[in-house]
């Protein structure tokens, strides 16, 4: 079944209404966020030792969007989001879900590798959330997957721990007034060290919530 979805005409801030089709619509919105981004450089702030801006990739118009917390060595090297051993267990729980990368968007609250690839602080979320918050309108998914603390707790406005939040939709409104859902789960990073059965159990059936709100099919998966 398709990932994306038929779209309405969107605004920015910087254009009234953007000429093309849907695809090109949200291409264009990106593209002007991401050189908003760049005049306004916010990471500037932290003194990250970054190479480059990782802003996100993926399905303009997918109808799930993933937000990791920052970018890593890899990431940072690459340009692109979530590319090293973490990366690599995302696109297995992506293609656990029936779907390919390219059916989804996939971005992260920070845009630039943190110093010392630390946890983002709750001054520099704040600070990148904006741009954030307008990629999220721009691709206007029907379903939004936290990866980890800072990023669920950023979307959701909770501060309560990922085993409180992990398996619950929660809205989220955006500075332009739009709604969206947000399922937290365990970020991919963190799946790695706790690699159990009961780990893997916990995200694969909050990825089942996603599949389920969305009408796609659940594939059937074993205990491995």
Not at 72 to 93: I, N
Not at 115 to 136: I, S
Request: proline share 10%; net charge neutral.
């Amino acid at each position: 079944m398709p990932a994306t979805k038929p779209r309405t005409p969107r605004t920015t801030t910087t254009t009234a209404v953007v000429a093309g089709t849907p695809r090109e619509r949200a291409e264009q919105m990106l593209a002007e966020i991401l050189e908003d981004y760049k005049a306004a450089a916010p990471h500037l702030a932290t003194g990250t030792p970054h190479t480059t801006i990782v802003f996100g990739e993926g399905d303009p118009c997918a109808r799930i969007m993933f937000v990791g917390e920052a970018p890593g060595a890899d990431e940072d090297r690459l340009g692109r989001p979530f590319v090293g051993r973490a990366g690599q267990l995302l696109d297995q729980m992506i293609q656990a879900m029936g779907l390919k990368r390219q059916d989804v968007y996939i971005a992260n609250v920070l845009k630039v590798r943190p110093p010392n690839n630390a946890t983002p602080t709750v001054e520099e979320a704040l600070a990148a959330a904006p741009f954030l918050f307008r990629q999220v309108d721009a691709v206007s998914p029907e379903a939004i997957v936290a990866l980890g603390l800072p990023s669920a707790r950023l979307l959701t406005g909770q501060v309560l721990p990922m085993g409180q939040l992990r398996g619950h939709w929660w809205p989220m409104q955006t500075p332009a007034g739009r709604e969206f859902q947000v399922l937290p789960t365990y970020h991919p990073a963190y799946l790695l060290r706790n690699y159990t059965p009961e780990t893997r159990r916990k995200v694969w059936e909050d990825l089942k919530l996603v599949l389920e709100r969305l009408d796609l099919p659940v594939p059937q998966r074993g205990n491995g």
